[in-house]
């Protein structure tokens, strides 16, 4: 991945999303099976070491939101990405259709109560993006499950917008905190969901996968697009930028993740604790101790 550039695939505020023009295939970043099996194995440990790294140094915290169509890939990304990586410093949370007690409290309220501690990975599988784009797209959610007060509802275009700036005001907070946020949007062509949802169908194995309701949202496939496109645009900044990656192809898409979660760990100001003189001859002492316990019968 030697010419890979982040950038490429980078939104941070600085020019617009188009979704209509984003690709959902890009040029393999990997010759054959073995290569890429490499390049996946080297990711993982590169991934572990700066982990380890931030554990130690512990100051920092990373927030990864992925966010996609049903059958983009957002589990097995999400797998091979961190399969290498201590579970000690990584929490995964997926986010499913709210329960009534989530429902009984403000839209983020749920994503909140288990934001990253400092030394470790959050992952948001699905997030509070949620509200600005299923929501948005089936807006009768606001009022019959969320029951919001009616005189917030009646201006349907003055409620995204503020919902908008709450979020783009959560990332700022947590920016200010030590907490990085980084997004992605695996982006999945129409043609390809279908060929994957198809296959959870005709697999046995894949068959708790599947869901009647991907079917009915394919029929809003436009109406999504444009939730993606308008989300991505509001709430892209250099603090907690938006990357979209093409995810036709899960390998090509794994490996892509994996780098840009690197540049980020990289970014941050991280050593490992360092001893000092005395801490040093202290623990210079401990070896005496541990070896003669060694020889003890």
Do not use: C
């Amino acid at each position: 991945m030697s010419d890979f550039n982040s950038d490429d695939y980078r939104y941070d505020g600085s020019k617009k999303f188009d979704i209509s023009k984003a690709k959902t295939k890009f040029k393999d970043i990997y010759a054959d099976k073995a290569e890429y099996e490499a390049m996946q194995e080297e990711s993982a440990k590169e991934l572990d070491e700066l982990q380890s790294m931030m554990y130690a140094h512990n100051r920092y915290g990373l927030l990864v939101i992925f966010q996609a169509m049903d059958a983009a890939g957002k589990d097995g990304t999400i797998k091979h990405v961190l399969s290498g990586v201590n579970p000690v410093g990584v929490k995964i949370h997926s986010f499913k259709r709210p329960t009534e007690t989530e429902l009984g409290h403000d839209f983020l309220w749920r994503t909140n109560q288990v934001l990253p501690q400092r030394g470790t990975i959050t992952i948001f599988n699905r997030s509070y993006y949620e509200e600005v784009l299923v929501v948005k797209v089936q807006p009768e959610i606001l009022t019959q499950s969320q029951r919001l007060p009616v005189e917030l509802t009646e201006d349907l275009d003055k409620l995204w917008k503020h919902r908008y700036s709450d979020i783009r005001n959560l990332e700022k907070y947590l920016f200010r905190n030590g907490i990085r946020v980084i997004k992605f949007f695996l982006n999945v062509s129409k043609e390809e969901q279908a060929e994957r949802l198809i296959e959870r169908i005709q697999d046995p194995s894949k068959n708790w996968k599947f869901e009647e309701q991907d079917v009915k949202v394919r029929d809003q496939w436009a109406e999504y697009m444009q939730a993606y496109e308008d989300a991505i645009n509001e709430t892209a900044t250099n603090k907690a930028p938006w990357y979209v990656i093409p995810a036709d192809d899960k390998k090509n898409l794994r490996l892509t993740v994996a780098k840009i979660v690197a540049e980020e760990l990289k970014k941050m100001k991280m050593t490992y604790p360092e001893s000092g003189p005395q801490r040093t001859e202290e623990l210079r002492h401990f070896i005496d101790i541990i070896n003669a316990q060694t020889n003890k019968p």
